[in-house]
Nanobody, 121 residues
């Protein structure tokens, strides 16, 4: 059974850093499109970053601050988040999809339960 488990969320002040991890079982992070989405209270879910066979995608608001990477040996996806801003606050979800890497449609087969990120000003 496919399972994604996020960790690493927390509360930080603006300018701080967090590293989110997504541990995958039943899902090969190296061959699937692996993405991070976030949802803030009262806002729509947003695709933040994705990585698929070495190609990366970042939403404009996080470019230069967030970095997606694989730990292939452990089958873990990591999202390094630097220079965090209050608008980065939200629940962050890891997702996996085998057939495409279209984050705009949110049509991903497997989702984690999410990890909360709170950035205070």
């Amino acid at each position: 059974q496919d399972e994604l488990v996020e960790s690493g969320g927390g509360s930080v002040q603006a300018g701080g850093s967090l590293r989110l991890s997504c541990a995958a079982s039943g899902v090969t992070t190296n061959s699937n499109c692996m993405a991070w989405f976030r949802q803030a209270p009262g806002k729509d879910r947003e695709g933040v970053a994705a990585i698929h066979r070495g190609t990366t995608y970042y939403v404009d608001s996080v470019k230069g601050r967030f970095s997606n990477s694989h730990d292939r040996a452990k089958n873990i996806l990591n999202l390094q988040m630097n220079s965090l801003k209050p608008e980065d606050t939200g629940m962050y979800y890891c997702a996996a999809e085998e057939l495409h890497c279209e984050v705009a449609g949110f049509d991903f087969a497997d989702w984690g339960q999410g990890t909360q990120v709170t950035v205070s000003s």
